[in-house]
């Protein structure tokens, strides 16, 4: 499955990146988001379908 990376500018705490993958992982073609440990990138695995621009919205960036 392919996979599209986001560098995030100021980094997620715990809570927020609970709150991000909670808000997007509903979106069209979305199988799993990650956040990395850091904070600082988002990493998602979707299919074909995927609808950048909903999780884009969804996630604020």
Request: charged share 30%.
């Given at each position: 499955m392919p996979q599209t990376k986001y560098d995030v500018p100021?980094?997620?705490?715990?809570?927020?990146?609970?709150?991000?993958?909670?808000?997007?992982?509903?979106?069209?073609?979305?199988?799993?988001v990650n956040i990395s440990v850091d904070g600082q990138a988002i990493v998602v695995t979707h299919g074909d379908d995927y609808d950048e621009?909903?999780?884009?919205?969804?996630a604020g960036i």
């Open positions: 100021t980094a997620l705490s715990k809570e927020e990146g609970k709150e991000l993958v909670a808000n997007t992982e509903s979106i069209k073609g979305v199988k799993f621009a909903a999780f884009k919205a969804a």
